[in-house]
């Protein structure tokens, strides 16, 4: 079967790759992945990496656009994008860098990141989930928050990113629990929810707790034998809580939106309860590629 | 030449082991070290171990004591020494347990650790140092921090250790510095004090602000090429002021002595003074080599 690809949205994340190929009416005819993350390329490795996943659609004349959003546009990418700095709206095709080709049926366009300078944040990738969601919902007032191995909270007014924080309480619980001494306690896959409320509420009282709780999920599965999905949800929650205390007053009082991994946004949801928000998650587990769909809208505009 | 050694004092630890051969006047006729740590030997491989270090020193007959303190206790060591539950002394020969050996010119003795069970934290080795600290000074009143990787924060009354609290400061410094994104902006040995200053004195002054911070490390990286030092110094300074926050006033009315590596302690000396506190450094690297001396002269007294 030939398919009449128009053109490919591409995520191009540190760790992997996710092309989707789409045909003139918007249909997303495949969907492909791979584990060849930026991490894992040379400059000169990424465009044959596209091609292994989209060679087969490419016409045999004539170009094709593909749009490219996250960490190949970085330093170490395939050809860097220069972030955009905020405020700004999220960055589309027009801030977009174009690496060349050997193919020349390849049109490609990287899109920037964002940074801030004071205080220093980055993001890349995000700013395309960011558009995607904007692009439905374009009057949006408020904070969208991104839960992830990097959590972003993002400040949008009148279309316009005004200001961003990452906080890498993902990163934090995936290395406390896989590598340091509390590894020994937090196997399995269970969940306990109240241990989960009570570690957050316990931070978001006093902050300071967290230092000396953390080793004490130890001490208690000496001791008390507690089982690993109490504790594991203990961890959690002192990560978040100090998250949450971290995000600070000023950013709740607005409407906030949570986008992510189903389970995740839960998590956040529960915990930005206590602190008296009702946080919206929105259903959207292509977002990224809502976003790539806005970019492209500019090219043929 | 054939030593005369009259008793052996090991400290036992999870990754290594020391010993010292030890002269009938209290010299120290060797020190030798290992890296055969608990957690590289099963039970019945601890006395082998052992031998390795201590075999050309046996007699030919007659016992030679052997006093053990750390790791070697715990329930996956030689033999469990189950931990004494403060508040109490430190623990010395009384609570030993003996594991069986087949040499029978052995005669081992493990001192246990502590635990506290609210809030629930343990400790193994660290007794010993305190026990090897108040033999110097046995009308000490007051806090004893040992930072290591698993800082130890303990309260000492009229002999006995009253309360304690175990922070991971150095783990999670370890983790963060080694294996976080943060790895790609922290390389080389240089420091900066004044960016440790500021950063404890930034989260002192607000423990909440670490979560942000954090990124806000490679940031700076990626868009000011801010040095390495800089930024090392500055992890540091935001992880000893979330724990010197998490100690808390109430410790720190009290005199605070310092015990331990040279680096460390001239750190936390300076996180203490901002918080109004002059610190005591003592000046002691084979602490635990004395609170091994206090526990062998149980037995000849």
Known sequence: MVMDVEWVAV??????LRAWLIA???????????????SRLRPEEFEAALME????????NGQIPVIVCGMAGAREGWKEAPYSAVPCAPPGLSEAVTPQTRDVRL?????????QLEPADVMRGEETQISGFLAGQPDFEGVICLPGTHTKWVRVSDRTI?????????????????????????GGEGWDQDAFIEALETVIEDPTRIS???????????LNNTE?????????????????????????DQETVLIGDSRLVELYRAGLKILGINAIIVEDKDITLSGLRHAYAELVR
């Open 11 to 16: 995520d191009w994340g540190t760790t992997n």
């Open 53 to 60: 996943t989209v060679e087969d659609a490419l016409r045999s």
């Open 107 to 115: 049109q490609t366009f990287i899109i920037p990141g964002l940074k």
């Open 24 to 38: 003139g009416d918007g249909e997303v005819l495949a969907t492909c992945r791979s584990e060849l993350g930026m």
């Open 228 to 252: 690993d999905a109490y504790l594991r949800s203990e961890l959690s929650g002192y990560l978040l809580g100090l998250e949450l205390g971290g995000v600070g007053r000023k950013w709740l």
């Open 162 to 186: 005004t200001e961003f924080h990452t906080h890498m309480t993902g990163e934090i619980f995936s290395l406390l629990s896989s590598q340091s001494v509390l590894r020994h306690s937090l």
């Open 212 to 222: 000396s709780r953390l080793f004490s999920i130890r001490a208690k599965a000496l």
